[in-house]
């Protein structure tokens, strides 16, 4: 390997040392995969219903970071990404209102909210 | 004049609207729906009136048309237009459908007096009317097929307008089948001339078809017209399928007057001689109608010897008299065709108008041999069908000596066995007319005879069509009919006093046996036809044409039927449950998988994101070479 070429997974001191110093976009992305990560985790694991909307809050708030950061790092003159946000909360809002209803509404008819009771649409 | 030109398309429209209000408003209402029935139709005929005088004035000729058209639909880049083309051919036509439309709706409001229905009849009769014009003037053989259909669909109607007789309703099925079968075949022929000349527009197929002749030859266009021709062969009644016609005689008399007998039934003949630019080009063709119309005159005039019926023996006459336009159309004489066309429907319409009178009279009794004496209780009737049978029999000067002579001389120019066809029907037309006739009116008068002098609505018009079958002839003769209506070159037709000796004595002697036989009873009917014995019987029974039809149908089409059901339960029913069966198989082994566990899919959907995007990093690295050796 000659020296002209970085390899990116050569780390140096140096290189821990700027991370850790200087927050860049690097952060945000490790962030939203974090909140990613424990949200499809919750998603996955949760028994009860509202746990499980809260968990998918949690992924798309994971994307809007993303979206933000980006738009913020990254050489475009509009604000796109902000504005795409945006639209995840106010789509993301809605959800949780129509989620939150049925919710309730699954309580009232079978008494429960454990997702593993409600699979009366298996095969 | 150009007025009527210009709104030749208020002809057929006029009638459509007094069928439209008719069936909307006045159904119910006999005498209003009677009143605008005809004033519409009145309406017509002066304006047809207008239209031929226009065309005369204005020199329009065969081969310079007035054409207005539009373009109706375009379907798959192809525009059908819809319009009018003003010839004198058209302008005949318009004249004799509109004269015969009138005199018949006049005659109805007799003939209808005490029918509850004659409101829906006035609406029908509209309908025909409207439709058979629209025919007439028809630019493109699309327009043409469609009014071609709508007649047809209105002599349905009509031939089952007491569609609580089961005869009428089995009639009216017969006749649009029949039909329809000789439709399918001209369909097939009008797409063939799309697909060939790229347009089926008269007058530009008037123009491409020589050239098309002269550089491909006439194979393929051979065939085109003889396709085309199944059409007229269903619609005018031709052998083999002329069956349906008589039949037809179910209906209403004036029906069977203006339908059967003028108009519609010529439609064919009509066609064939609107296209003759087609088919004059092909030799194949104009033999198969010559010999076509040839056998159907003689073939059905055999026929109407030995018929009792009143109504079935003009309708087998009417057949014999259609054979002879195809005929003439077949030994290349538009003239003749069309001369004779326009005299038939004159008396033709007059000798059924009689029939109409007569069987009314009659309380509904058809059976010329239970009439009798008639002369005496229905003078004017009597008159009036005696010019009808002297105008078909042609004796000078009555309309069919001119029309017929003509037909007979153009058949001589071309063929000496179709003259001799066309002769011996002469001869038979002559004897069973005179049959009729001598037999229904002459001799006594039965004891329980209920027959009286019919009202004036019914009488008057047999006045003003015999008046037509006394001069109509005439009239074309004098007038010079060919100068305006022929195809190719004009030339004089005089009269050949050796060809119209030879029918007018053959006439004579076709009266004279006639009156021996049934008047004098110098030979007993009876007797002859035990003597004649098979030939009687066969002729009696119509040549067993019609069981013919019920055999072949019985073992062909039930046949076909039988292997058909037994394809269908045992072969493609097993086929169909077989797939079934193996899709609910599989279905069952992939519904394992959906347990209903929310979570169980998102993780499913999550392993497949997973797949994906290595997939995605995978294609960037190899195949697009972005990253270069990140990895």
């Not at chain 2, 092909?282 to 076509?292: F, K, N, R, S, T």
Request: hydrophobic content about 55%; glycine content about 8%; charged content about 10%.
């Amino acid at each position: 390997m000659t020296l002209d070429i970085l390899h990116p997974f050569s780390i140096t001191f140096m290189d821990m040392m700027n991370f850790a110093t200087h927050i860049g976009l690097a952060h945000f992305l490790l962030l939203s995969a974090v909140l990613f990560a424990i949200g499809l985790f919750g998603l996955l694991t949760k028994r009860g219903i509202i746990p499980v909307l809260m968990c998918i809050e949690l992924m798309l708030n994971a994307v809007n970071i993303n979206l933000v950061a980006f738009n913020h790092y990254m050489p475009v003159d509009d604000y796109s990404g902000e504005l795409m946000a945006i639209f995840a909360v106010a789509v993301a809002a809605c959800e949780v209102a129509i989620g939150v209803a049925l919710a309730f509404r699954i309580y009232r008819d079978r008494g429960t909210v454990n997702v593993d009771d409600l699979n009366s649409l298996k095969g | 004049m150009d007025f009527a030109l210009t709104h030749a398309y208020l002809i057929p429209l006029l009638p459509a609207l007094a069928f439209v209000v008719i069936l909307a408003f006045t159904r119910l209402d006999k005498k209003k729906s009677a009143a605008i029935a005809i004033s519409m139709m009145s309406v017509s005929f002066v304006l047809a009136l207008l239209t031929a005088g226009a065309v005369l004035t204005d020199h329009l000729v065969m081969s310079a048309t007035y054409i207005a058209k539009a373009v109706w639909v375009t379907i798959g880049g192809i525009p059908i237009s819809m319009g009018m083309l003003v010839d004198p051919l058209t302008a005949m036509m318009l004249f004799v459908v509109t004269t015969v439309s009138l005199l018949v709706q006049i005659y109805s409001i007799g003939y209808m007096a005490h029918d509850p229905g004659a409101g829906r009849f006035f609406a029908f009769l509209s309908l025909f009317s409207a439709s058979m014009l629209g025919l007439v003037i028809s630019v493109s053989f699309i327009q043409m097929y469609a009014f071609w259909e709508l007649v047809g669909l209105c002599s349905y109607l009509l031939i089952g307008f007491y569609y609580y007789k089961d005869s009428a309703r089995e009639a009216a099925k017969k006749a649009f089948i029949t039909t329809r079968i000789g439709d399918f075949g001209m369909l097939l022929g009008i797409i063939a001339c799309q697909v060939a000349f790229g347009t089926v527009d008269f007058m530009e197929l008037r123009s491409i078809v020589p050239q098309y002749v002269w550089s491909s030859g006439t194979s393929f266009l051979t065939i085109v017209g003889i396709l085309l021709f199944i059409g007229p062969i269903g619609k005018s009644g031709q052998f083999p399928l002329h069956v349906w016609l008589p039949d037809a005689m179910e209906g209403p008399t004036p029906v069977s007057a203006l339908i059967h007998a003028a108009t519609m039934v010529v439609a064919g003949v009509y066609l064939v001689g609107r296209a003759y630019f087609i088919f004059s080009q092909l030799p194949i063709v104009m033999e198969i109608i010559a010999w076509v119309g040839g056998f159907t005159a003689i073939f059905a005039a055999s026929i109407a010897i030995t018929q009792r019926p009143f109504k079935k023996i003009l309708a087998y006459s009417t057949i014999s008299q259609l054979g002879y336009m195809m005929l003439a159309l077949g030994v290349g004489s538009l003239t003749a065709s069309m001369f004779h066309l326009m005299t038939h429907a004159f008396f033709k319409a007059l000798l059924f108008l009689c029939a109409g009178a007569v069987i009314e009279a009659m309380n509904d009794e058809a059976d010329i041999f239970k009439m009798g004496g008639l002369r005496h209780r229905m003078p004017t009737t009597f008159a009036c069908m005696t010019i009808g049978v002297l105008a078909i029999s042609g004796i000078p000067p009555f309309a069919g000596f001119f029309s017929k002579d003509m037909i007979l001389a153009a058949a001589r120019e071309v063929s000496m066995p179709l003259y001799i066809i066309a002769t011996i029907t002469a001869f038979m037309t002559a004897f069973y007319m005179a049959r009729l006739l001598f037999v229904a009116f002459l001799g006594d008068v039965k004891d329980d005879c209920p027959a009286e002098e019919t009202n004036a609505f019914m009488r008057w018009p047999l006045v003003v069509l015999a008046a037509l079958s006394v001069v109509s002839g005439a009239a074309g003769h004098f007038l010079d009919f060919g100068e305006w209506i022929h195809y190719g070159p004009y030339h004089e037709e005089a009269i050949d006093p050796v060809i119209a000796g030879v029918s007018i004595v053959l006439t004579l002697i076709a009266y004279g046996l006639a009156y021996e036989i049934y008047v004098k009873k110098r030979w007993s009917a009876m007797e002859i036809s035990h003597r004649l014995g098979f030939i009687y019987t066969l002729s009696y029974n119509k040549y067993y044409v019609d069981e013919f039809y019920a055999l072949v149908r019985g073992a062909f089409i039930d046949g076909l039927a039988a292997v058909c059901y037994w394809l269908d339960v045992h072969v493609v029913q097993a086929i169909l449950d077989g797939l079934a069966h193996v899709v609910s198989l599989v279905s069952e082994i992939l519904s394992i998988a959906q347990n209903g566990q929310v979570q169980r899919y998102v993780a499913v959907f999550y392993c497949g994101v997973i797949v994906l995007a290595l997939y995605g990093i995978y294609y960037a690295v190899r195949v697009l070479g972005i990253l270069g050796g990140a990895f």
